[in-house]
C-alpha cells in the first residue's frame, strides 16, 4: 500500500526554522512529482511549493519565495521543504502530494499532514 508521511512539523517561534520531510512506501518514488501544500484553519488549501520527478525543476509560491526551499533525493525517497524565517501566517497543517503527470493534472497520493505553528 502507497503511503506519503509527512513529519517534522512542530511549534516554533517566529524567525525560526524547520524542515519538513515527506517519505514514501512502496511507490516507484522518481516516477512522481512532488508538491506541498498546506491548510490554515478556515482557509482554503493552498500551494506551497513543487518539485519534478529528478528534482531539477523546482517552484514556490509567492508567498514563500526566498524563505523556502524544495528538495528531493530518489534514493531515500524523500522530499524535504526547509522553512526559514517563519511568520505566524505560515501556521497551518502541511502536506505532501505526488503526481504522474504535470501541475495541476491531479494527484495520485495524499499524505495525512503535519502540523506547523508559528508563535509570534
Known amino acids: 500500500q502507497v503511503q506519503l508521511v509527512e513529519s517534522g512539523g512542530g511549534l516554533v517561534q517566529a524567525g525560526a526554522s524547520l524542515r519538513l520531510s515527506c517519505a514514501a512506501s512502496?511507490?516507484?518514488?522518481?516516477?512522481?512529482?512532488i508538491d506541498w501544500f498546506r491548510q490554515a484553519p478556515g482557509k482554503e488549501r493552498e500551494f506551497v511549493a513543487s518539485?519534478?520527478?529528478?528534482?531539477?525543476?523546482?517552484s514556490t509560491s509567492e508567498s514563500v519565495k526566498g524563505r523556502f526551499t524544495i528538495s528531493r533525493d530518489n534514493a531515500k525517497k524523500t522530499v524535504n521543504l526547509q522553512m526559514n524565517s517563519l511568520k505566524p501566517e505560515d501556521t497551518a497543517v502541511y502536506y505532501c502530494?505526488?503526481?504522474?503527470?504535470?501541475?495541476?493534472?491531479?494527484?495520485?497520493?495524499w499524505g495525512q499532514g503535519t502540523q506547523v505553528t508559528v508563535s509570534s
Open positions: 518539485i519534478s520527478k529528478t528534482g531539477l525543476i523546482t
Open positions: 512502496e511507490l516507484t518514488f522518481s516516477n512522481y512529482g
Open positions: 502530494a505526488a503526481r504522474s503527470g504535470g501541475i495541476g493534472g491531479g494527484y495520485d497520493y
